[in-house]
């Protein structure tokens, strides 16, 4: 089981750190994303780390605003958001997956092993 928390009402440029903890089983041997959709959209993989070496992966869209990092210690996998847009409102998942790379995590949002309920984030004056 996944459990997101975090999220809220920000101004634009502001910043949220979302968490997903982890219970049941080892964070640490799975691929983490996080992802987020919009309704009526398509879900969208915007940052992932992989579970062997620790490589991050990025969508463009947040590339250089967006930080993802897993705690171990906490089996925690949080995602540091930085100059949060309008277009970054949505619902953010967290999403693992055994064995495969970040980017591959990031390119398929709809297949995970693990599923959290959602936070939503809303990026509004």
């Known amino acids: 089981q996944l459990v997101e928390s975090g999220g809220g009402l920000v101004q634009p440029g502001g910043s949220l750190r979302l968490s997903c903890a982890a219970s049941?089983?080892?964070?640490?041997?799975?691929?983490i994303g996080w992802s987020r959709q919009v309704p009526g959209e398509e879900r969208e993989g915007v940052s992932c780390?992989?579970?062997?070496?620790?490589?991050?992966y990025y969508a463009d869209s947040v590339k250089g605003r967006f930080t993802i990092a897993r705690d171990s210690a906490k089996n925690t996998v949080y995602l540091q958001m930085n100059s949060l847009k309008p277009e970054d409102t949505a619902v953010y998942y967290c999403?693992?997956?055994?064995?495969?790379?970040?980017?591959?995590?990031?390119?398929?949002?709809?297949?995970?092993?693990?599923w959290g309920q959602g936070t939503q984030v809303t990026v509004s004056s």
């Open positions: 999403y693992a997956v055994w064995a495969v790379t970040a980017q591959a995590l990031c390119d398929n949002p709809n297949r995970s092993n693990y």
């Open positions: 780390v992989s579970g062997t070496d620790g490589s991050t």
């Open positions: 049941g089983f080892i964070l640490g041997d799975y691929a």
